[in-house]
């Protein structure tokens, strides 16, 4: 497994094949690879099985919101596993949280602020008309305050965290788009690879501009390249 690199390549495919295919290309150039829902749903816990005997550090990324009962029992699911990372809510609250670290094991926890697809209209709509720094400011507190490994938040958020946070929490950042990419698709808040490790990001999810590239190699080749 590598751990130098800080690319993680999200898997958001109904192609388990192509996916294997993919992770024997370009595994040893990344950090690991994402599954999401849009995987984990179509192949469940056999193609998440056939992903880790490739022997890569995989971020299971569901998103776990829910009562803390729930989440504890779940997370002891998801720790059977054995993911390098996973996600819950930070907006679940304290209990909920809590309830999450309980039976992590190795698995690092991280958190999740805002969804780097709203932008800043519907960010003041479902957040009560706070604004982005303010709500950053407090899932922060309450990460480091509850244990958490970790944060994902968008690339324009990193300086409040890394302000607040220090060296407390890992920064895992989508909403990553390379220059050669054109298509912003539905990332509203997103960086450059090297804007947003220079800013402190410790790991990069990128998904689209590799898996839809003509050649997936070449373009994380380019990404590491920019920010070495």
């Known amino acids: 497994m590598n751990f130098k ?46 992903i880790k005997k490739h022997k890569i550090n995989i971020f299971l990324d569901l998103k776990m919101h829910d009562i803390p009962n729930t989440i504890e029992g779940g997370m002891q699911a ?37 969804l780097t697809s709203l932008n800043d209209r519907q960010i003041q ?9 303010l709500v950053i400011e407090k899932y922060v507190k309450y990460a480091i305050d509850k244990k958490l490994d970790g944060i994902v938040c968008s690339p324009h958020e990193i300086k409040i965290v890394k302000k607040i946070a220090g060296e407390k929490l890992i920064i895992v950042t989508p909403g990553i788009r390379p ?37 997936p190699l070449k373009e994380i080749i380019l990404i590491n390249s920019s920010i070495d």
């Not at 309830?99 to 698995?107: D, M, Q, S, Y």
């Not at 709509?125 to 720094?133: G, H, I, Q, S, T």
């Not at 990332?187 to 998904?207: C, H, S």
């Not at 689209?208 to 590239?213: D, E, L, Q, V």
């Open 5 to 50: 690199n800080k690319v993680i390549v999200a898997l958001d495919t109904k192609n388990l094949p192509e996916s294997e295919k993919l992770i024997k290309r370009i595994k040893k150039h990344i950090f690991g690879v994402k599954i999401g829902y849009e995987f984990f749903l179509n192949f469940g816990i056999s193609g998440y099985k056939k």
């Open 179 to 215: 220059d050669t990419y054109a298509k912003k698709d539905d990332q509203k808040r997103f960086m450059t690879p090297k804007e947003a490790i220079e800013l402190g990001a410790n790991y990069l999810v990128i998904g689209r501009p590799i898996t839809k590239s003509q050649d």
């Open 78 to 114: 998801i720790s059977s596993l054995n993911p390098y990372f996973t996600t819950i809510h930070i907006s679940g609250g304290d209990v909920m949280m809590e309830a999450a670290t309980k039976n992590k094991n190795k698995t690092k926890i991280l958190g999740v602020s805002i």
């Open 125 to 133: 709509k479902y957040y009560f008309k706070n604004r982005v720094n």
